[in-house]
């Protein structure tokens, strides 16, 4: 009996026939969110690698439709979701991506994107091959068998990572999910990695679709505004406190929320620190703005929150980076109010929860501290507060401009140098992206952030290997903007392919390689717990077997170059800051190479300004790990629980 298409779904009104990939092309080119009046597409692009479990389905989809779903090709599939993951942040998660493959390895190599996006609450849509539904024959190349579940495939790696996740195993089912999915790419609360594996079988398989399911279709990102009693709680606390401090983090910037972050902070004179995703939410000298907090931060900041009797956390997950591992928020009897859309955060660490989103949140408790408190309180008592942390705040910039400082312009840079030169290049339009390494504490302490935006560091998943491709996904989002990927050696190593990319899709964004021969962030925090900087340091092996030879002759900035990008190489501090200049008037991507010199012999960055808890070995034999673990013991005891 020849195959025969299935039936005709009974009333409505029906579109001739397209296979399901069409289908879901057309459909997702037809889906907008709206907030605040402005639309966006909702999927605005899609990236791919063709191979056999998707090349006849979605390819040809793609291909059909090439009017309304713009194409773009990757080189490795982590990749791909990165650069859609860096879209969506700057996009402001208005907008995503979708990312296509085949079935097996290209597959599985999604899973570490799709946990970052999860992890960050980024919306990036998912559409792996999978396996035949079918089943004409069994295995079938790629294929994993698992012997006490036919339903099982590699694509099932992505279940744990996704924040909604379903497998289309017959044409009609791709209705009810791609409506599933496009509610959980565009909420704001539930929003991540969404993962529609489609059997290559059924990609190709046609339909006769209803017409409704094409239909141009709004999302409303909405905007819940807070609970009259939860916002009477958290304002009576704030008139309450005398030593208050917000923490605030990436919701702010989700949110659209800089503004109502700012009137709040100057109504009720509170400062602001900041995560790694919040940063920049206030300019750098704006005076409420104390800079970074937590392991990574100032010591204005964590010293503020030491003594603070009230945290106002606004769109943080508290992670224990901005916790220093439950030890930061030391004062007895400390409150906290969490401003969050998400009702799981909000109440973290025993809050006052004020379930809400950040903008409508926090303009509701400005309103409400300018109005006269039922018991006729005012604010608690802050004398001096003020000339206080603005005092901090001063000391801490001369601790910046130290390590930024260059005596000799002819020699080779620091870290903490090579970002005090581009700090003299930048202005609020440039946009900074950076997730792993010694960076990121760099950064965190020691950058000036001009615009809500120019700092992007993902710092969720601290994932090695994010920032080129971020920063490709950023330039789409934000052209005509000076895009820069700063990356050491190790990181660049793990992911330097969509370099490629970058010079096939013409944008103009700086790599900008440290190279320092290692690992050299965890080099050093192996040193701190007794590790001895063990297999960090790229270099040959010693007689001994130990990596203690010569550095390794590799040409990071050769390597750039073959892959397409202008380079130019910058040996002393002189040299770097004509290269970012070059780079930053640059029409093509272009990469700045330097090789950078220990802190040890100059100036390097203040050391971190409260502690990380990362176990240390209880038993050990080197003396090394012994008094790492006695420092350790010392440091834990000051943990604590808030509830």
């Known amino acids: 009996m020849e195959d025969q298409l299935p039936p005709r779904p009974r009333g409505g009104i029906h579109v001739p026939a397209l296979t399901v990939a069409q289908a879901l ?214 008139r309450g406190a005398s030593r208050p401090l917000v923490v605030a983090g990436g919701g702010v910037k989700h949110s659209g929320a800089e503004d109502a972050l700012r009137a709040f902070a100057e109504r009720a004179r509170i400062p602001v620190a900041t995560t790694q995703a919040g940063k920049g939410v206030l300019a750098y000298d704006h005076p409420c703005d104390v800079g970074g907090i937590g392991h990574t931060g100032t010591a204005t900041a964590d010293e503020l929150a030491a003594a603070s009797d009230l945290v106002i956390g606004v769109g943080t997950r508290y992670t224990d980076f901005t916790t220093a591992s439950s030890t930061l928020f030391a004062r007895p009897g400390v409150q906290f109010v969490n401003l969050n859309i998400a009702g799981f955060d909000a109440h973290k660490l025993g809050a006052l929860p004020l379930v809400a989103d950040a903008r409508e949140g926090l303009t509701a408790l400005t309103e409400a501290l300018g109005r006269p408190a039922p018991d006729d309180s005012g604010h608690g008592e802050r004398p001096g507060a003020e000339d206080a942390w603005a005092a901090a705040k001063a000391a801490w910039e001369r601790r910046v401009d130290a390590a930024y400082a260059v005596p000799d312009e002819d020699a080779r840079p620091t870290q903490a140098q090579v970002l005090g030169v581009l700090d003299t290049l930048v202005t609020g339009d440039d946009i900074l992206i950076n997730a792993a390494g010694s960076l990121p504490g760099d950064l965190h302490k020691l950058w000036r952030a001009r615009s809500a935006d120019q700092y992007h560091v993902e710092y969720g998943y601290s994932c090695m290997g994010y920032e080129i491709p971020a920063a490709i996904g950023v330039a789409l989002a934000a052209p005509r903007r000076p895009v820069w990927a700063l990356v050491g050696d190790g990181t660049y190593l793990m992911n330097p392919t969509e370099i490629v990319t970058a010079v096939q899709e013409g944008l103009a964004i700086t790599v900008v390689i440290l190279q320092n021969h290692g690992y050299a ?101 080197r003396s090394s790990a012994v008094r790492a673990r006695e420092e350790y013991d010392r440091h834990v005891t000051a943990r604590r629980r808030h509830l």
């Not at 390597?559 to 202008?566: E, H, I, T, V």
């Open 25 to 238: 092309v057309r459909f997702l080119a037809a889906q907008y969110t709206e907030r605040d009046g402005v639309r966006s597409r909702l999927v605005s692009a899609t990236w791919g690698i063709f191979g056999h479990g998707n090349v006849a389905g979605v390819g040809q989809a793609l291909l059909e439709y090439a009017d309304v779903m713009p194409y773009h090709q990757g080189r490795n599939e982590q990749a791909m979701v990165h650069a859609a993951v860096g879209y969506a942040r700057q996009s402001h998660r208005l907008s995503a991506h979708a990312v296509t493959t085949s079935i097996g390895p290209g597959a599985t190599n999604l899973v570490t994107g799709a946990a970052l996006a999860t992890v960050n609450h980024l919306p990036v849509l998912l559409l792996p091959g999978d396996v035949f539904a079918t089943r004409p024959a069994d295995p079938v190349l790629q294929q994993l068998e698992v012997p006490y579940a036919g339903d099982v495939s590699v694509n099932d790696c992505l279940r744990p990572v996704s924040k909604y996740f379903d497998r289309i195993t017959r044409p009609e089912a791709l209705i009810p999910a791609a409506l599933a999915a496009a509610r959980v790419l565009s909420d704001p609360v539930e929003t991540g990695a969404v993962t529609l594996a489609l059997p290559q079988d059924v990609q190709a398989e046609a339909y006769d679709w209803p017409e409704e399911f094409f239909a141009e279709r709004i999302w409303r990102v909405r905007r819940p505004r807070p609970d009259a009693d939860e916002l009477d709680a958290a304002a009576r606390a704030i």
């Open 521 to 621: 962030s965890i080099g050093g925090l192996s040193t701190a717990v007794g590790g001895e900087g063990y297999g960090t340091a790229y270099r040959h092996r010693a007689p001994d077997g130990s990596f203690t030879g010569a550095p390794l002759p590799v040409d990071l900035a050769a390597n750039a170059a073959s892959l397409g990008m202008r380079v130019l190489r910058a040996r002393t501090v002189r040299d770097l800051r004509e290269a970012l200049a070059d780079a930053r008037a640059s029409a093509v991507p272009t990469c700045v190479y330097t090789e950078t010199e220990t802190p040890d012999t100059v100036s390097g960055p203040p050391p971190a300004q409260a502690w990380w808890d990362v176990p240390v070995a209880e038993t050990a034999t």
